[in-house]
C-alpha cells in the first residue's frame, strides 16, 4: 500500500496527515507515504489522496 499526498502551497503538511488520519484504520500497519506541497489544487480544495493498493 502506497498513499500520496499533496497539500496546496501555504498550508501545513500537517493538513494532510489529518485528513490521512481520517480515513486510515490505526490498527493496520502504516503505509508508505509521499508527501507533495503543490502550487494549487481545484478550487475550494487544500489536500488530495491518492492510494494505491496492491490485492
Known sequence: ??????????HA?????AAFQ???NPADPP????????????PGFLVEIDAV???
Open 13 to 17: 503538511i500537517n493538513d494532510g496527515f
Open 53 to 55: 493498493a496492491v490485492v
Open 22 to 24: 481520517q480515513a486510515w
Open 1 to 10: 500500500m502506497h498513499w500520496t499526498i499533496a497539500v496546496a502551497d501555504g
Open 31 to 42: 503505509p508508505a507515504i509521499t508527501v507533495h506541497v503543490v502550487a494549487g489544487l481545484g
